[in-house]
């Protein structure tokens, strides 16, 4: 069979992040007047600042306020200079869309925003031992209290890892051995160990492998507690060394977007402590 029909899957569930700061003269307080809170409410979206939200929700909706950024390989304007980031997510394909078009009429004359979106699909990858050893013992959604810290990281792969068959691609997840049995590559999933229990994980992809030029093939998003935001940096750290995980010699980043939760829309822009 052709890779691509080996690797196709349903979507489970639509997202996007909408990243945004006010234009040229425009008090960024200004925005918290913006109807948002009310299209919110009738798109019926639940807020996970409260943890995670129900299966069985219409959508979801987060506000995280910008802290810091460092660019990387693939330069995006639009995500360097946001101060904040909305996310939001649904099963069905159409409330994301019409969350993002009328929110987009809102902001069109006093923001400038730029759109990450992606689905989520069935792990390709993943067996039966795999899910155990790394997803089961993941950590869900906590409130945005206990675990306040975001890490959104972009990324896409070369042309030469969409060029390889998809039984090559996997074996850059786990660990290689010489013939006497020493570990000479980490791979994937053990470089990115010590996130499992700390971490909140999402990963949206485009549609289709690699995305069209201007998207990125992976939106990865993380959380975590002020306690183990090293651990995090140790992660990424680690995921980004080629001698430890050979697979990000095939990897290309745009910028990594730091900022924390906050409960409310209008939070955004409140005066900072």
């Known amino acids: 069979m052709k890779t691509e029909e080996v690797l196709a899957s349903p979507t489970l569930s639509h997202g996007a992040y909408l990243c945004g700061r006010a234009e040229n003269g425009v008090d960024a307080r200004s925005l918290a007047g913006l109807a948002i809170p009310e299209l919110v409410a009738r798109l019926h979206l639940v807020n996970e600042f409260g943890g995670a939200p129900p299966a069985s929700g219409p959508g979801w909706i987060a506000f995280v306020r910008g802290a810091c950024v460092a660019a990387r390989e693939i330069e995006d304007t639009g995500l360097e200079q946001a101060t904040w980031v909305v996310h939001v997510g649904s099963k069905e394909s159409d409330v994301v869309t019409e969350f993002l078009e009328q929110a987009q009429k809102l902001l069109a004359p006093v ?85 499992i229990p700390c971490m909140l994980r999402r990963t949206y992809r485009a549609e289709e492998h690699p995305a069209p030029a201007g998207s990125y093939d992976f939106i990865t998003y993380f959380e975590c507690a002020d306690a183990d935001v090293p651990v995090l940096e140790h992660v990424c750290a680690s995921l980004r060394d080629v001698g430890q995980n050979r697979e990000w010699a095939y990897v290309r980043e745009g910028p990594t977007w730091r900022g924390r939760r906050v409960p409310a829309w209008a939070d955004l822009f409140a005066e900072r402590a």
Not at 122 to 141: F, I
Not at 147 to 156: A, E, W
Not at 159 to 181: I, N, Q, V
Request: hydrophobic residues 40%; charged residues 25%.
């Open 111 to 195: 923001a400038r925003s730029r759109i990450l979106r992606g689905v989520v699909k069935p792990k390709l990858y993943t067996g039966a031992a795999m899910n155990r050893w790394s997803y089961e013992r993941a950590v869900v959604q906590q409130s945005g209290a206990a675990m306040p810290n975001v890490y959104l990281i972009p990324l896409s792969k070369t042309a030469e890892w969409w060029s390889k068959e998809w039984m090559e691609r996997h074996t850059y997840f786990l660990p290689r051995y010489d013939d006497a049995g020493r570990m000479t590559n980490r791979g994937h999933a053990l470089a990115a160990e010590d996130g």
